[in-house]
């Protein structure tokens, strides 16, 4: 076969820019006409194919510079480890690559050893390292969600596979405790998507939404909902502490026309954790619905959707429920659903929820976006290791390794970033004494103990150590490791400048 000469080196040096050996080797067999040697033209792809895999030989497409009628690339060819260079001529014929022309001697190496280089050096094979995930997320993944993820691919239309959604639904709305008409399914994104569906879905432009907040996912809701027009109320505290329902209700005395109240069930940014069933009480005879955000606290601290009267939450995949990132959980109470039934704003097609309602719930299944199937059956797998601990017992273990590491820690001397009061158990903000560099201190662990621990997020953060108990890391054992290195490293630390 041969094309047009542009076209075919045009072709080499995009295989060569995109690093694609497969590309470019597409190329040398399929679209060269003859491979043109010292010792004779040798005709067709088979040349090329000799050149590529007969003689062992793999090319180094170093450069291809394309000139008036050649293009040049530099070839290296190692001989039983005597290396050499040599020139190979593209040579262009009539608007056609005509051949290849290689300098070197296949009689006097008539199988000439050559260690094959790469046509195009790939990266190294991947070989992540080893890490113990005790920061804020994303944590360890439960190894039964791994060994789901490796299970046979099926397409999003297959009805087999519209069942299987129909289930994790089903084990969604235990773990969120959703009940009646409420809705729930999983996001074909992270929780920032969560916290943009129940905005879009349930915030015209210019409705009034107010949001509580006292760290950074607080302030990002306040953000967003801006963001998308709405008229911002913030009631704020200081990094640690919860803002009091006493005062968002108050808020809303003030503009009891808001359309949304929203606050962070459990700020990942402080460790705090927001009394979110008495909010959900006293709103219950008010207009105003109610968000949560329950990115870290889905899986790992009691929580009760219908029950507590919540309208729209979100979560994540990656946290206290041990699975990758890459999905978010969410779920709409009867009266959100309302709401989005009589909105007078249009909603991006990604988070309208009718839509991916008639996906994931509604049957027949309509399409709506390919699923990420294998994300699909990790949460699947994430949900029924969920269940099968028991809700309880799994709230229970985050409870006990939580409050066992803030114990030790406290009995260092540290100080915890949340009032005490509102402390979450599972993700615990140390804060960094004066006299240690905390980044520098993270580093280590990370280096000398494969532990991830987090930073303070975001420029108003003050210094901290974030460290999250989740998951399959929600254990004393995984806190006594933390601990250990903790302890290593702050004996060996220099004081800070
Ligand atoms: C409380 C909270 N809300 C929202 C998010 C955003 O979730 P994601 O990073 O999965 O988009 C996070 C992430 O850590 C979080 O902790």
């Known amino acids: 076969m041969t094309r047009d000469a542009r076209a075919i080196l045009d072709e080499l040096v995009a295989a060569r820019n995109e690093r694609s050996e497969q590309r470019a080797a597409r190329v ?3 679209d060269i006409r003859y491979w043109d040697s010292q010792h004779g033209d040798v005709e067709g792809r088979d040349a090329v194919a000799a050149v590529l895999t007969a003689l062992d030989a793999r090319f180094e497409l170093e450069t291809v510079a394309a000139q008036e009628d050649d293009a040049v690339a530099e070839v290296q060819i190692d001989e039983g480890g005597r290396s050499h260079r040599s020139t190979e001529v593209y040579r262009l014929d009539g608007g056609a690559v005509a051949g290849v022309k290689a300098y070197f001697d296949v009689h006097r190496y008539p199988r000439p050893v050559m260690t094959p280089i ?26 039964s969600v791994l060994d789901a993820m490796r299970q046979s691919m099926m397409g999003h239309l297959d009805p087999t596979m519209h069942e299987l959604l129909l289930d994790l639904v089903e084990m969604q709305r235990a773990v969120y405790g959703v009940e009646g008409d409420a809705v729930t399914l999983p996001l074909q994104a992270t929780g920032m998507s969560g916290m943009e569906t ?9 409705d ?106 979100y979560s994540c995949t990656q946290k206290a429920l041990g699975a990758p990132p890459g999905m978010s959980p969410i779920a709409f109470s009867e009266r959100a659903m309302e709401r989005c039934r009589t909105r007078d704003h249009q909603v991006p097609f990604s988070f309208d929820i009718e839509l991916l309602l008639d996906y994931w719930v509604r049957r027949p299944a309509t399409y709506h976006h390919t699923a990420p199937i294998l994300h699909i059956y990790a949460l699947y797998q994430a949900l029924r290791h969920a269940l099968d601990e028991g809700l309880e017992a799994r709230w229970a273990r985050h409870e006990e390794a939580g409050r066992y590491l803030q114990g030790k820690v406290c ?24 006299r240690f560099d905390g980044k520098r201190v993270q580093q280590r662990l990370l280096d000398e103990h494969g532990i991830e621990v987090g930073g303070g997020l975001g420029p108003d953060a003050p210094p901290m150590w974030r460290i999250g108990l989740m998951g399959p890391n929600a254990s004393i054992d995984v806190a006594d490791r933390v601990l250990t290195a903790f302890d290593a490293v702050l004996a060996s630390e220099p004081a800070a400048e």
């Not at 129940?198 to 210019?206: A, E, F, H, K, R």
């Not at 105003?288 to 009691?302: E, K, M, Q």
């Open 118 to 143: 790469s046509l195009i050096p790939p990266a190294p094979p991947l070989s992540p390292p080893d890490r113990l995930l005790c920061g804020p997320g994303p944590t360890n993944v439960e190894p």
């Open 208 to 313: 009034v939404v107010i949001v509580g907040y006292a760290g950074f996912f607080g302030r990002r809701i306040a953000q967003m909902a801006a963001r998308h027009g709405a008229e911002v109320v913030e009631v704020t505290r200081d990094w640690g502490e919860i803002v009091p329902n006493e005062a968002l209700l108050e808020a809303l005395d003030e503009r009891p026309e808001a359309r949304l109240l929203a606050v962070v069930h459990a700020e990942t940014s402080t460790g705090a954790q927001h009394p979110l069933a008495e909010l959900g009480a006293a709103l219950r005879d008010r207009d105003t619905l109610l968000l949560a955000d329950c990115v870290t606290s889905l899986g790992g601290i009691p929580l009760a959707f219908s029950e507590w009267g919540v309208d729209f939450a």
């Open 411 to 434: 009995e260092r001397g540290f100080d915890l970033v949340a009032d005490p009061e509102h402390q979450l158990p599972h993700l615990t903000a140390v804060r960094v004494p004066d």
């Open 198 to 206: 129940g905005i879009v879905n349930l915030v015209s432009p210019g």
């Open 28 to 30: 040398l067999r399929e």
